[in-house]
């Protein structure tokens, strides 16, 4: 049995736009989990369509239930196929990925199309799907679910992740991830209680001598 899920999107910035931050969305504070990536094969096609195959490196932890059902290198790391298409007279891309690493235990198969938003023109519509599957006997069910709840959180990040390289090629200043925001009111709460402190200590020392 296989999971299937889809969904769709939009960015608000061009297909030409979305099409330059495709090939330099990584690295980006979304996207940690991308360890590295290689282009493996490239060609223009007669009718002018870009064909690419990359390799990721990503880190993928294994929910603790499963990991000792896998070596250890293979509960750490996943090493995903991506393959693309780009037709910039259709004004379209599609994407293929699936990983290649424990694909037994869990399969993930994602097509993505990318193409200009019929309603406004400097917008990016993405359509995406996506098919997951285990061999595993006895707990095929469990990692499928495991595999889609990650999955749906993989595309948020996935499209935040677009939306701040967007931002940073425009000149504009990204939004602050979550965690530069936690950081932010963490030294902001520090410097008013340290401001406090001195304050405090400043009376004190007032009343020591009145």
């Known amino acids: 049995m296989v999971k299937y899920f889809s969904c769709a999107g939009f960015l608000k910035s061009s297909w030409d736009q979305v099409f330059l931050a495709f090939w330099q969305r990584y690295p980006n ?5 991308v360890l590295t990536e290689d282009i493996i094969f490239r060609e223009v096609t007669p009718d002018n369509c870009l064909i690419s195959r990359r390799l990721l490196t990503k880190t993928s932890r294994a929910p603790r239930w499963a990991e000792k059902f896998l070596p250890a290198h293979m509960a750490q790391k996943a090493y995903i196929i991506e393959d693309s298409v780009v037709d910039p007279q259709g004004r379209t891309m599609t994407t293929l990925t699936w990983n290649i690493s424990h694909a037994r235990v869990m399969s993930i198969e994602e097509r993505c199309v990318y193409k200009v938003n019929p309603d406004n023109n400097s917008w990016t519509e993405i359509k995406r799907e996506a098919w997951i599957s285990s061999n595993l006997y006895g707990l095929s069910r469990a990692i499928q679910e495991f595999g889609l709840a990650r999955f749906k959180s993989s595309v948020t990040k996935t499209m935040k992740g677009f939306e701040y390289v967007l931002a940073k090629m425009q000149g504009e200043t990204p939004t602050r991830t ?11 709460t520090a410097l008013a209680a340290k401001v406090k402190a001195k304050d405090l200590a400043s009376q004190a020392q007032k009343k020591q001598y009145v």
């Open 29 to 33: 504070p979304y996207s940690n989990h």
């Open 178 to 188: 979550l965690a530069e925001t936690a950081t932010v009111k963490a030294r902001e």
